[in-house]
Every structure is written in structure tokens, then in C-alpha cells.
């Protein structure tokens, strides 16, 4: 037994090398080659063991086992590092008080956990350096977590508690260490024994100089056993900390391994034994219960039928096959014109009448080479003409439908459909043709005018245009693949040509146009190279086939030789070839790829132009491949003579420029090449269009676009670039302008549903593509777009104010919202119902807003509250399900009716539209009493009569009196397939029909032997079809928008207006401004413009200006600006975030944006906003303010509208509301601590701050504050917002930083003081209503100002020492931006429209006085937006406006001496110093100027300027094209290194005199879905919708290499096994067009490409030793294939018809469920079915171990709108956890052994994400209220983290369990675990 007086001597520690003097060798014992040396990163003597064998290299302490260390510290530290590469053991005797001896060993050498009486063995797991790429584990290491020790292992402490372990595995008491012996491959600098917990990272000199108190038990580490840390970095950075035991179960079981990077937690007390906190459950309150109880009543069906769901389909309706006959007649009678004799007033359609229309000559279309299975001719002229197909049919054409056609189709909005890769230039330059689906269209650019090429009966996959544009062909895709040949001039379809190919994708003309070539696949799925002689077509003749040819060879393009009509080239996966016909045959040979063989080459071009000294085959080719590889290709000698590279961006190099042009390196994709005689363009996957030479030296031209180009096209006079993208927009570039105007805007998907605003003459459309666009009827340009960044909260249904510019969307996650247009904003939003909403509608007379959702909950709510309240709802009153969106709901034409399908799909209910008071039920399946089958409705729709019409599942129409239900009359075979909307219109007359692809028109009355007209265009089901308001069109969606002109005679159309006295609103200009005339005195222009403005509701006409009250109250400036964000380039984003903003006023235009003041359309309601005529010059208002406002109101919820500029702050418009019940936990207690972030948010406003003299760098990624350490990498993270941060601001001292954020809808905005030096929350203040637009702090640090958004426009005044509000001034207009003088603390400058205001601060006791003077712009610029400023030191004030224009200001006489045009777009940031400007805009350039001549020109008190003379002094110095919108700056004080943010979400560091910009931040823009650690815990890779997947390190966080796959969203990710041949890892990525992508981290390229699946790739996952891939589809579908060949090994069909969620793989852990095999596997499905697997793949074995079924009440048919069905195993052997929809939001977990459930955990809300740690029985789960919850399993201890902005779908923890990744939105955090 040891005495008091042994252990005394031993506190607090002791120095055991010290103690033993182990230099001297005399107390210790060493063998072997063990030696010392200086070591460099701890700058001390070490002592270094090598030899691989421990019983021969070893370090023996004490020197013979007969003695003893006699150490009784509780804790034993060892200061080592392992021997890369190699195994290392060390042995402990521990004495117990017992009297025995324990041996405890740890080793990397152990594989598992063993003991005995006598021995512990434990594993110990090595962590490699941060920042390794390439490490591992060996192979021989069971499940790859044990093995060698990697090769950059870094210093480590390890600290082991003897006296747990003890106690623990042997049930013994510790008494003392006896011994020590460190054995082989190990490096060693220290062991220590202690009763203290030490804290590493803390040393005695820290801990003294900042006074902390620690607790009991713990200490500082002392100075002998510190690793040295240089000054800013941090200890955990740089070295590991081993502590066990530590938090949680390890894997391996009982291993010793890498901890947590903070501070040990809380030592355990000697006589606590294991310390569990008390837990705390997971209840839900009783008015939870109460409302999930309710719900559930709601959700309980009642006994009724089963529903059959609408079914769709993509081919045209069929139509009996006639033989085509020449006509002389240029208008044919059509077969819908003949039909049978009504009966007894019900009246029957053949169905067989089909219309198609183009603007053509009135020639005859002669078809020839057709054949019997065309189902539709076509017919082409001037004025479009009805077709007619032979009938035996009587005609009686004196009662038929008249006008006949009655439609004629004006313009299409869409681009693309089966291809993006379609486009060519007429060879005038003045038109434009693509393919839009079925149809082909011809624009002209200057006009937007169209025509149309009608005649495909599928989407068109390929088109050509030869030389002349004298000829075009088109090709349509499907397995009966047709070629047409079309007259370009005449529109009129020349010949048909019937191949033997599908898929055919691409068609080239000769030079002539006398040889056509097209490339498709033959019925074996070969490539099929067809050549065709087209000369005779345009003559009548036919086209013949010259050669064709059978190849195995990947061909995606091929174009004919401009110089020889017999020669062809071609490029695929892995060639590029010349072709050649001679004869009858097609021979080709092969290109000397060399080294390049294995490229995917996209495109290829010739080299232009003829040279008498040059032979006509001598000429260049230039081919293109996704690796960025351009080569350049001699023809001739068929030889590459040139290879170039265009390199992404490079992070990791600070000497070398961002953008690279060729060279070597990982490659930017180039999609698509064209050439002409003085450049080539090239379209990459980046989204750049860029214009080289063609040595391709430089770019000397380049514009950015929205998405990957798929396609660029030089025109033939070599002076504009046609560009189209993978996103359906369609540019071109005007070269000698440098000019971008987009032609064309389109979804990318299909079109849900639309709502028509006449008096705007604007109509609003929402598609799968998750966006809401609206956009002009008249021009058909894109006006604005909504966005919504998850496919859950897709919009599912619009409808429009009828008299307001506003307008109601319904989502699929039940979120019912109501924008404001003009301003973008969001006035209203509701979340009542559970599933997608199948419709929403205004009332007629606006006073009332309905909506309905699919599990059939009605809504009412009142428009005339701003917060649109509801009034009331109902449950189980429509009919469920989906197929009757989005038009489920109808509303008489006077407002008083209501009327629906439901609550059966066999009843329909009318209800008083204002109290939704039943009032009448119809049963439609006992109408029709001799129907053997039960008849349900599917669309309703009231007349202007107050009839009720109703479409049936029979394909009826029936007419039934609204009052009384009786049925009038109905019409049978309306449509082939079953009706998907009807629309009657304001006259009566006309009955509008709409069923798959067809369009019919009806006479209302069904009086004529004809009733009716059919329309045929679209290739896919329309999803909708109306009359305008005015009844002078029609409009259909579906795939496309369609526009036609409804031709029925104006005399019938009592009350609609012309459409020529419509004038379409324009686009903005973004130039000069300068030459905005005037047009007389204001007061006259006030008179002008509210007589204009009264008389536009009944006529139409737009005013002509501005309206303007004769006087008003003076208020401080007026707000006039029209939102017009629909510009023509493509640089301007348009507006795709929604700003939560109460309703406001009617909104005018700014005339400041068009040289035409007569081109915009008034608003309505102006006469609520109070508008100010400002006099000239300057007006001096003072306001004395203590704690108060006394600017004057602006009247009844009056408010400015958001201006047109982007400098003003939009919040990112977010599905998710936050969870206000969440708690945090309280400081120092929380389970997780968050690591990092990764991303910057490029939608704030100057939210980013660097200080040169101290380093501080700070941002914002969505609610947190970020503060990074620019040389080490590390964050730091201030947390205390919930909504998005705006802006923030930095004191001169950078001791104080501010951050703002929004408040939400129902809040104010939260101003948040941070102390810099210990991140400490100092104060939070709030004010603003809306967001926060700007943050300035004084010279001297002592106020700051604060500037509200449009919201609530004004300026608050506050003191930095108390933080108590000095003084407010409230405005009526938008202000951007404020700034206090350097020169003098008292005076500041804010600016808004067309003014800037100067202002001075008289103090008064403690409060404080603004004096404020308005200063217009000079009357030469005319009306802009003031949107920055900034200061110099000698009283001179720069701003920047909207327009591109720099004013130059004397801030003594306040006055403008001076202006210059800096940029052709906004400019939006300024910074100033010196002698030395920079601006940065909207068009992604940043300038810098220098303004030394600005002082010299500075006039007198007196003088004047003369502007156009002097504007030559200021010198445009340097300029960078930066990846965004500049929205934040900060430069040193020289102006020569800065940093700077763009709307890309990045952060850049600029470097003038090295004219260099480096990528400091960088993120994802698109929603992430997937987010996965690697096994080896060195890196992790995402994953997104842009189709990217990114592979970063760890711990610091570094994008090493980026996959990028185009026109694809990669949908899941996940990693696979070590790679023997490169020693790294490879990634999986599963896409949604059904392929899995394998790619080589370390060789950085993809390796394999397979199809598992034909839908998108939902989930994917490695078998647990990597010999199989697994993989979950879309349609349910679970296929296993062979990653190395890609051969398909099986396909479980079980879940077929529920997308799979999630596929996970184990070991089996154990043998008692009866199965053999090595492995456990699930697989989830929506359905709430998991499945479970026991396979062994060596032995091709897979059997079924358990099916699990989860109940839930009612499920709904769409389970989109519900969470998710998430499944794992647990930690715990046999038991796997789910979570999912059902009747209590919970988490399941299942035995698989018992077959039961063993518990369940209450939840407060559905779990989107889920993920257990295999450290103990922890979990977390995420949510859609930005919650993510951290739950002990076992006792239901939680606690929640709300730092995230969004919804947390995407939750993950690392094998170890240490680190966590979580995923909202484009966020990812990384986090580390501390535990509960």
C-alpha cells in the first residue's frame, strides 16, 4: 500500500522522462534502435524508436521488471507520434489495490478488443493530417478502420483513465502504474502521470492571462508537456487529442481513437462512478395532441369507391390514316368540320377534325414520300387554313362553327424540349430558328415575330438549315423516326423522309444544300450514319439515299465538309473521324488521338473562309471535348497540330491568376464550337461564352450566362453568336456592340398552370421546373421569376388578382402565397393545408380568395386584409387527389358561387362563395342511368348563364342549372382521352376544351351540325387551356405556352377591345441616360400624367408619365419606379428571391429607364401612394429628434415600392418557417459544436468586412456570422440570428462588428453588436420594420446609422456606448446606401432616388438632432437610383447610380461638379481612398479608376463645370470580369489588395498590381442533396441539383477536385472502396437521367459510366466490402451491378411504384436471424416499406430477411407532399430505426431478431433527415422548421440547433461519429460531436 506521503510528491503531476532521466539510461531500459533528435515542428529533443518488430526496438520504464514506477496518477498522458506506414504497441503494468498486476496494451496492430484476467488489449485508430488526400488504412485492417498508421499522422496526446478502465473491464481498484514499455515505430516526446484532467489546448500562460476559472478536477496543460502553437493558429489545428475512454460507443468496439477538437469534457468524479445526467423526454403538449387528433379525423377517409387516377400520355391523339391528295384549293375543309345531327339536344363529336396552322405562302402543301403511317398532314399559308382529310362523311358547311379556323396560333414561349443543342441563324442574320417540342419557329430578332414549321408529331431531336436558308430539315425523336424538308422561305413541308433510325439527334447540310447526313441509332441500338441527295427536293422531287453505314462508334456530331459535298467529320466518346463517300459506300477512318484517345469530344467546326494559295481541303479542324480540350486537327494529314485547355478555376495557388486560358490541369467542358473567318466561339460548361482568336492566345470577348451552354452558332457574316443553354434560354451576342439580348426564356419542364392578368396584359405560369414566371402577353419576354429552391415546395397552381398586379400560388407543400408584382414581394402566406394545392382562385369581384389541396381541405380567405386572413376552412370537401389540379375550383361569374368536385370524385358540391355554406350536391354517376360503370366528374366550370358545366371520366360534358342540379344537356366523346380543362367564354358563345395534346373550340349552344373545331400543336398532355380576358385569344400550356388568336367576328364579341390599341411594356434600358428629354414644367407634366393615369382601367392605354398629385405635405424624397428586372442581356439576373414584405401601395414607373416615356403601363390604385413634386435645387428639412419620428406619414398603409435597382436588399425567399418552440441549449452545454461553413451568400448587401491592419475578415452564410483566420483557414461563428443577414459593418478600431438581419413577416429586423476580440453577443437592437439595407459606423466609432429597406424606408441614429437610439428619420422612397465622413464625425450622407441627402449631427444633452439637406441629381442625367457612396478625406463625396453614372459632389456647397459614365450596368459598391476609385456593377466588372484630377477641378463657391471637358481627367486604370454582381468590397488603404463578393456566392481576393483575382470562398448555389464522409474521415463530397459533385478535405475544408456532369442533377452520392491501382478512393454519383457516374479522386476523372436505372437514380450505396453497387430508382426499381464492369447482377422489383429513399449497408452483426451471408443491406421506399437483406456477394447470394410495413392513417396518393421514409441501422445490434409519415411524428426502432418494435421516440415535428452515431445511442434528425435535434435514444434527451436558414434536409455523421455534416439548402455545416 502507498502512503500519503508517496503520493504528495506526485501532485499535480509528474514528469516521468524527468523523473527517470531517461538520456541517461540508467533508471531506464531501451533495446533496439531506439536514438534521439531534434525535432522541427516541436523544436525539441525527442526520442525516436524504429523497427518493426516490438519485442526487439522498445523503451522499458523501469529499467527491470523487479522494480516499480510507483506513479498514482489517475490519468497517463503519452506525448507521441506513430511511424507513418507502420504499427507501433505500448504496454502499461497497472497495479490494482487488489494486489495484482494488470497489462493494459493498446496497438494499432489489434484488430478488436480482447481480455482476460490479466490483459487489456485495445485497438487504436490513427487519424491522418488535415488536408491529406490520398491516405488509407491497409488493407489487411478489418472494415478499413485499423491498420497502419497513415502517412501524414500528426503529434498526438493520448491521455487514458487507469482508474476506468479498472474498474470498468475488470471490476478492479487502480492503485499505480508499475511499468512502462513503448514498443516500435514510434516517435515520443514525453509521458506524464496526473490527478488533473489537462486541457491541451490551453497552456499555464494563456490560463493566467485570462483569469479563467476552471473546474474541479481540471487544469492547464504545463509548459513541459505543451506543443508548441505559433500565434493565431489554434492547438487543435495542428496536433490530435486521444482521450479514453471518450463520448459514445466507438467502431471497433472498445477502441481508442481520434476525439473531439475542444477542450476535454468534465473529469468524473472518483466516487460518481459512470455519470449519467439526468434525461429528459420528448413529450408533445396537449395542444399538439389535440391538433394531430384532429388531423387525424380530417385525414380518415370515408367509404367510398376506389379513385382511378388520370392517366397521360405523350402521343397524339390517333387519327384514321387517308392518302394525301394534291388539292388546287389553298383552304381545305377539315373532318371536324363534318360530324353527325344532334339528338333530342344532346350532341355527339366524331372527334375526327384536326386543325394545324403556319404562316406560310398560299401555295399548296404536295407531300411526297409519305407514307401510310403519317397520321397528319399539314397544310401551310399566308392565313392559316383548316386542314382536310378525305371523309365519306356528308359536309354541311352552311351550319359548322364559324370562322373556321377559328384559332390561329400568334407566338409560343419555349425553347428546346428534346434537345438545347438546335439553333441556327438564317443566312440574312435576321432570324433566328429552333425547335420548340413538336413545332419548329422562325424569329425574327429585331421584332420577335414568329412562324411556324407544324407537321412533327413528336419532339424534334435535330434540324439544319443549309447555306442559302433556302432549305431546312428537322427530324423528329421516338422509334419512328421521320426527316422533313422544309421550304425555309415558304414554311411549306417539301418531302418527308421515313428512316430506319431512332433517336436520331443530329443533321448537317452541305455547302450547297444538295447533301443532307443524319446520325441516330438502328433497331440493335448501333450507330447509324444515314447520307441523303436533297437536290432535287426543292424542284417536287424526292430525297434518295446516297450511302449509309453501321458503326459501333459513339458519334454526337457530324457535319459535312463546306468544301467537298462527299466528306464528313465526325466526334464522339473517344474519336473524331473523316468520312467519305464514294460510290454507294460510306468508309471513314479514325484521327490519331494519341494520349487523347479517351476524351468525349461534343462538337467540332471547320476553319472558314477561301484562300487562292490555299487548296479548299486545307483547313483547320477544330474539335471540342468535355475535359476542356480543344484540338486543333489538320484535315490533310489527318494529324493533331495543336492542343489547347481551358482550365476552371485554381483555389490553391495565390501567385497564379483565378481564370486560366490553356494549359494543363483538370478542364472546363466545352459543349459547343463554332468558327468563322475571324474567330472562334466556344460554349462551356461554366456558362461562358467566349470569343477567341483562333490561335486562341486570349479571350477577347466573353459573356456569362444563367446555365451550361449547350450550343453557340457564329451567324454568316461573322457579326453575332447565337447561344442557347441547358436552362431553355435562348441570346445571342452582337460582337461589334458587345451587346447580349435574350430571345427567348422557357420552363424546363412542364407547364402546371397559368392565370392571365388582363389589364397588365401579363400572364403567370408555373412549372415542375420549381418556378413561378411571369411574363408579357405582348411581347412574350420574361417580366419577373419566382423561385423556389425546394421540389417539395414546387408551385402547383397560380391565379391572378382581377384588378391588382397580384397574384396567389399554390405549392405542393400545401404553402398557399400571395406576391405583390411590381414589387416582388411576398404579402401574404398561409400553410392550413397538409397536401399540394390542386387550386387557387380570385373571385370575380377580388374580394375573396379560395384555395383547395389534395386531401381535401377547402380555404377561404378575405382580400381585403394585407395579411390576407382566412376566414375559414373545411376539411374532407373536395375530393382527393391530384389529377384535378389546377383548375379544381370554379367561381360563378357574379360571386356568388363556389362549385367543386368532392367530397367523392362522383359528387360535385356548390357552396355559397362567401361563407362556403353548402347550398347544392349533384351526384354525376346516377345521371346517366343506362351506363353500366360509375361515372365520375374531373373538371367543373361556371358560365356567364350561371350554368354549371362539369367534364366527366366518360368523356362528357354535361350541363347542369346551378340552382336547382337538374341535368340540361350533354355532349359524349368530347375528346379522345378525358378532358383536362374547360373554359367558357364572357360572351357565351364559345365553349373551350382541352383533352391530351388537342385543343377544341366549341359552339356553346351545340345549335350546328358542326360544333366544334380541333387544334392540334402540343406534344405533350395540355395541362390547361382559357380565353383571355378580353376574348380576343386563347391561351394553352403544357410542354410550351401557347398564344392563339381567337378569330370569331369583333360584332360578336360585344365589349372587348382591339388588341392593336395594347401596348406591350418594354424592356428597360440599361444605358446612358443622359438623353432623357424634358417635356415641359412639372406641374404640367403632373396635370399630363393623372389624366393619362385615371383613364387606364377603361382604355388600356399606358400613361405617359409619371402621376403626380398638385401638392402634398413635404416629405423627405418620392419614389416613382416600376420593377422591370426582364432586360434583354443576359448578365442581369433576373428576380428569383421573394421578399416577405407587408402589402403596399400601387407602384409607378421610373421613366428614368426608357428613352420612351410612353412605354410603360400604369399601375393601379396610384391614388393611394402620395406622390411629392420636389422643387428644384436643394431643400433643407431639420429634424429634431430624441427617441422619436416626426417624418409625416404617407396615408393608409402606404408605402414606396422596391426600386429598380439591384443594390437593394432582397431576402432569399425561404419554405420553412422557423420553429418557435425550439430551444437552444445553454452555453458550453451543447452536444454539437459547429466546425465550419462553406459558402458565402452572395444575396446580402456589403456582408463582408476585411480589416489589413489586423486581419480581421468576416461574412455571412445565411444567419451566421462567419470569422475566418485567412492564413490558417479556421472560423469562427457568431450565432444569434434566425433570418438571413442583409448587411454588416466593421468599426474604424475593429474591435466592434454589427450584423442585421430581417425579422421575418411578423417582427422587426435584429441589429446584433459582436465584440470582436472574444466573439462575445455585446447588445442586439431592432428597429427597421422590414429588412436591413445598410450599416455605417462614424470616424470616431461613437454612432452608428442604420437604413431600413423599402419596407420602411429611413435612417435611425444610434450611439455605440449606450446602443440607445439617438434619433430617426422616416422617408418615402427606397434608400441604398449611408456613410459617415471621414474627414468630420458629425456629418454623413445617405442617397436614394434621384437624390442624395447630406446630413450633419448636432448633439443635444444625450440625444441628438439631424440636419438633413436633399441635393437632386443634375437635371442631365435625368431620374435615377442613388445606389452608393463613399467619401474622401478632403470633403469629397463620390456616387454611383443604376445607370452607370459616377457623381462627383462638394460636400461644402453640396453640389455636383462633376459626372462621368463609368459602367454600362449598375453600379452597386464604391471604394475610395487616396487618389484611387473602385467600382463594381451588375455586369461583373470591378474598376479602377484614378480621380487625381478630381481636386484640381473642384470649382469654386460660384463656379460652375464643364462636365464634357473635364471628363477626360479621370483615367480607367485597371478592369476584372469577376463570376457576379459585385455586392461587397473592401480594400487596404492603398487601394492595391482587396476582397470582394459577387451574387455567385463567392469571395475574391484581388491583387491590382498583379492584376490577379484568387477564389478566397467558394460554395454551392444549387440545393445540395447529398453530403457524405469518406471512410478514411479525410475528405467528404456533395453533391447538387447543378449537376456537380465536389470532393473537399478535411479538417480544412478545401474543394481538391469537382466532377460536373451536364444538363443533369445529380440526385445522391456516396463513396467506394480503396483503389489498388491509384491508391485512392473512388465516388459514385447517382443522376437523374438514370446513369451512375463512378469517378477517381485521385486521378480526377470518371472511370465508369452506367445505366442502372431508367428514371432518375434516387439513392445509392457500396455493398460493405465493395463488390456490388446498389442502387435505388425513381420507379422503385433496387438494381445491384458491378462497378468495375457496369454489368447489371440483379433487380429487385419489391418496391416498384415508390421511389426509393434510402439504401444502407452493414455487417451482419450477428448469426441468429437464420440467413447466411457476410452483410445486411435495406432499402426504403416513399411507401413506408423497408425491406431488409442478408447477402453475401462472393457467393451471389441475397435472401430476404424481414419486410417491414409502417402504418399510417390515410395515406395520401401524392406522397410527395409528406416526409420522406427514412431508415438506418442502428448502433445497437439487430435493430433498425425508421422514421416517416404516420399517426405520431416519432422514430421506430426494430428488432430484427424479436420481430418487434423495441421502442418509439415522440418527435416535435416530421424528421426530413436522419443519421445515428455509432457513439452510444445518439441520433439526429432534421426538419422543415430549420431544426436540427440531437437525441439520446435511450433516455429521449434532446436538444435543438436552429443556425441554419432553411430546411435541414440533409444530416450525416462521419464513421467515427466525431464529425457531422448537414445539409440546408446550399448550406453545409460541418460540426463536431460533443455529446448529451
Known sequence: MLTMSSRAWQHPYVNVFKHVKLEEWKKANKEGDVTTYMDKMLKCSVFRIRGSIPASNFILLPKTSSQSLGLTGRYFYLLFRPTPNKHFVVHLDVAAEEGQVIRVSFSNLFKEFKSTATWLQFPLLCGAASGSVYESTAKTAKDGLVGPTPASVRWTCLVMDLRYVLSIYLNRTHSHLKSIRLCANMVTKNVITSDLLLDPGLSFSEFRQAGMVLSEGTAPMPREMCFPVPKGSSWHDLYDYIRFPSDGTKMPFDSIQKGLNNPPPKELGASEGLYREESRCVSISKNVQDRVSLIQQITTPKPRARQHALLLTSSLPELTSMPFKNSNSPRLAGLGSQGQEEDNSVTRDDGDGVHVFAHCNSEDDVTAGSTDNEEVAVVNAAVPQPLHLASTKPAKQRYKLHPDPILKLNKIIGFGGATMRCAAWAHDGEEVVYPCHA?????????????????????????????????????????????????????????????????????????????????????????????????????????????????????????????????????????????????????????????????????????????????????????????????????????????????????????????????????????????????????????????????????????????????????SDGLSVLAATSTGNLGYLDVSSRGYRTLMRSHTATVLGFSVDGVQRQITTASKDCTVRVWAMDSAQQLYDFVSEEDNDAPCSVAFHPSLPVFACG??????????????????????????????????????????????????????????????????????????????????????????????????????????????????SVLDVESTTLDSALRVCFSPSAQLLVTTSANKILWINSSTGRLLREVSKVHKHQ???????????????????????????????????????????????????????????GDAVFFWDFLAHPQEMSGCRSPTAVLSPPRPCKGRMDSLPETGPRQSKCQQSKTEFNGILSNGEPRLAVPRPFSSPPVLDVSAAWKAGHGDSSFASLSSDIEELQPGPIHSHDPAHSSDPTCYPAPRHASFLRIIERTEGVNSISFQLANQVTAQ????????????????????????????????????????????????????????????????????????VVVENLQTGSQRHWLGHTEEISTLAVTHDAQMVASASGGGASSKSLICIWNVQDGSHRNSISYHKGSVQSLAFSRDDLYFLSVGDCQEPGVALWSTCSFELLCTVNAHLPLHEAAFSPSSTSQLAYAGNNAVFFCCIHTRGRGAELQVKEVELPSEIGEAEVTCLCYTLNSILFTGTNGGRV????????????????????????????????????????????????????????????????????????????????????????????????????????????????????????????????????????????????????????????????????????????????????????????FVRIFSVAQAQMKLRLQPQRSAVCALQYSEHGQVLLSGGRDGCVVVSCPITGVTLRIFNDHKGAPITTIQCTDKQYKEFGLEGNELWLAVSVDRRVSIWAADWTKDKCELLDWLTFPAPSPPEDAASLPPSVAAFS?????????????????????????????????????????????????????????????DTSSGRFQDFMWHSDSVHLCSFSPSGTRLFTAAHSEVFLWTLVGL
Open 1193 to 1264: 406619414e404617407n396615408g393608409d398603409d402606404s408605402k414606396p415600392i422596391r426600386p429598380d435597382c439591384y443594390k437593394h436588399f432582397k431576402p432569399c425567399y425561404r419554405t420553412s418557417t422557423l420553429d418557435q418552440s425550439a430551444v437552444a441549449p445553454p452555453p458550453g452545454q451543447e452536444g454539437l459544436t459547429l466546425k465550419a461553413v462553406v459558402g458565402y451568400n452572395g444575396n446580402g448587401r456589403s456582408n463582408m468586412a476585411w480589416n489589413p491592419d489586423t486581419g480581421l475578415f468576416v461574412y455571412s452564410c445565411g444567419c451566421v
Open 439 to 715: 413545332i419548329i419557329v422562325s424569329m425574327k430578332v429585331l421584332s420577335g415575330h414568329q412562324r411556324f414549321f407544324i407537321g412533327h408529331t413528336d419532339k424534334v431531336s435535330a434540324l439544319a438549315l443549309n447555306t442559302k436558308s433556302s432549305l431546312l430539315a428537322s427530324a423528329q425523336t421516338g422509334t419512328h423516326c421521320v426527316v422533313r424538308l422544309w421550304s425555309y422561305s415558304k414554311g411549306q413541308c417539301l418531302t418527308m423522309i421515313k428512316t430506319h433510325t431512332h433517336s436520331l439527334h443530329s443533321l448537317s447540310f452541305s455547302y450547297s444544300g444538295g447533301v443532307l447526313c443524319g446520325v441516330g441509332k438502328d433497331t440493335h441500338n448501333r450507330t447509324m450514319v444515314v447520307v441523303w441527295n436533297t437536290q432535287h427536293v426543292p424542284k417536287g422531287g424526292v430525297a434518295s439515299v446516297i450511302a449509309k453505314a453501321h458503326t459501333d462508334v459513339d458519334i454526337q456530331t457530324m457535319k459535312i465538309a463546306f468544301f467537298d459535298d462527299t466528306r464528313m467529320v465526325s466526334c464522339g466518346m473517344g474519336n473524331v473521324r473523316l468520312w467519305r463517300v464514294r460510290g454507294s459506300s460510306l468508309r471513314s477512318c479514325p484521327v490519331n488521338l494519341g494520349e487523347y484517345h479517351s476524351l468525349e469530344f461534343t462538337d467540332l467546326d471547320f476553319e472558314q473562309g477561301h484562300t487562292p494559295d490555299r487548296p479548299p481541303d486545307d483547313r483547320a479542324l477544330f474539335a471540342s471535348s468535355r475535359s476542356g480540350h480543344i484540338l486543333d486537327i489538320d484535315y490533310v494529314s489527318v494529324a493533331i497540330k495543336n492542343v489547347r485547355r481551358l482550365l476552371p478555376a485554381q483555389q490553391s495557388h495565390a501567385h497564379r491568376r483565378e481564370k486560366q486560358t490553356f494549359n494543363t490541369g483538370p478542364g472546363i467542358a466545352v459543349n459547343s464550337i463554332s468558327v468563322c473567318g475571324a474567330f472562334c466561339a466556344t460554349g462551356s460548361e461554366d456558362g461562358f461564352l467566349r470569343l477567341w482568336p483562333l490561335d486562341f492566345s486570349s479571350v477577347f470577348l466573353e459573356a456569362e450566362h444563367e446555365g451550361p451552354l449547350s450550343l453557340v452558332h457564329v451567324s
Open 811 to 924: 405549392s405542393n407543400s400545401g404553402a398557399v402565397r400571395v406576391f405583390d408584382i411590381p414589387t416582388s414581394s411576398l404579402q401574404a402566406q398561409h400553410r392550413q393545408h397538409r397536401g399540394p394545392v390542386v387550386g387557387v382562385l380570385f373571385s370575380p369581384d377580388g374580394n375573396h380568395l379560395y384555395s383547395a389541396c389534395s386531401l381535401g381541405h377547402l380555404a377561404l380567405y378575405s382580400t381585403k386584409q394585407p395579411d390576407y386572413h382566412i376566414l375559414r376552412v373545411l376539411g374532407n370537401v373536395v375530393a382527393r387527389g391530384m389529377d384535378r389540379g389546377p383548375g379544381a375550383l370554379a367561381v360563378s361569374s357574379d360571386s356568388r358561387h363556389l362549385a367543386f368536385v368532392g367530397p367523392t370524385e362522383y359528387t360535385v358540391t356548390i357552396m355559397d362563395a362567401h361563407s362556403l355554406d353548402e347550398l347544392l350536391r349533384i351526384d354525376v
Open 1447 to 1634: 457623381c462627383v459632389w462638394d460636400c461644402n456647397t453640396h453640389r455636383c461638379f462633376m459626372t462621368w459614365e463609368a459602367d454600362d450596368g449598375e453600379i452597386g459598391v464604391m471604394f475610395c481612398h487616396g487618389n484611387r476609385l473602385v467600382t463594381g456593377s451588375n455586369t461583373k466588372k470591378l474598376r479602377l479608376w484614378s480621380v487625381a484630377a478630381v481636386q484640381n477641378l473642384r470649382p469654386s463657391n460660384s463656379g460652375t463645370t464643364n462636365q464634357q471637358g473635364r471628363n477626360t481627367q479621370v483615367l480607367l486604370e485597371q478592369e476584372m470580369i469577376l463570376d457576379g454582381t459585385v455586392v461587397s468590397v473592401a480594400f487596404d488603404d492603398v487601394l492595391d489588395m482587396g476582397i470582394v463578393g459577387t451574387t455567385a456566392g463567392t469571395l475574391w481576393y484581388i491583387n491590382w498590381p498583379d492584376n490577379t483575382s484568387i477564389r478566397l470562398i467558394s460554395g454551392h448555389k444549387s440545393k445540395v442533396n447529398g453530403v457524405v464522409c469518406s471512410p478514411d474521415e479525410q475528405h467528404f463530397v456533395t453533391c447538387g441539383q447543378d449537376g456537380s459533385v465536389r470532393v473537399w478535405a478535411l479538417p480544412n475544408n478545401e474543394l481538391l477536385v469537382q466532377f460536373q456532369v451536364l444538363n443533369q442533377s445529380c440526385e445522391c452520392v456516396c463513396w467506394g472502396p480503396m483503389c489498388v491501382v491509384d491508391g485512392g478512393r473512388a465516388v459514385a454519383g447517382g443522376y437523374s437521367d438514370g
Open 979 to 1037: 378532358c383536362s380543362s374547360l373554359a367558357v367564354s364572357k360572351d357565351g358563345r364559345y365553349l373551350l376544351t382541352a383533352g391530351h395534346t388537342t385543343v377544341k373550340v366549341w359552339d356553346y349552344n351545340m345549335k350546328l351540325d358542326i360544333n366544334s373545331q380541333v387544334f392540334i400543336g402540343h406534344s405533350e398532355p395540355i395541362t390547361q387551356v382559357i380565353f383571355t380576358p378580353d376574348q380576343m385569344g386563347v391561351v394553352s400550356v
Open 1771 to 1831: 448502433p445497437e445490434r439487430g435493430v433498425v430505426v425508421y422514421t416517416g409519415y404516420a399517426a405520431q411524428k416519432e422514430l421506430t426502432f426494430y428488432c430484427l431478431k424479436k420481430k418487434q418494435v423495441l421502442r418509439t421516440v415522440s418527435l416535435t415535428d416530421w424528421a426530413l433527415s436522419l443519421s445515428p452515431c455509432v457513439k452510444g445511442k445518439l441520433l439526429v434528425t432534421g426538419s422543415n422548421q430549420r431544426v436540427l435535434k440531437l437525441i
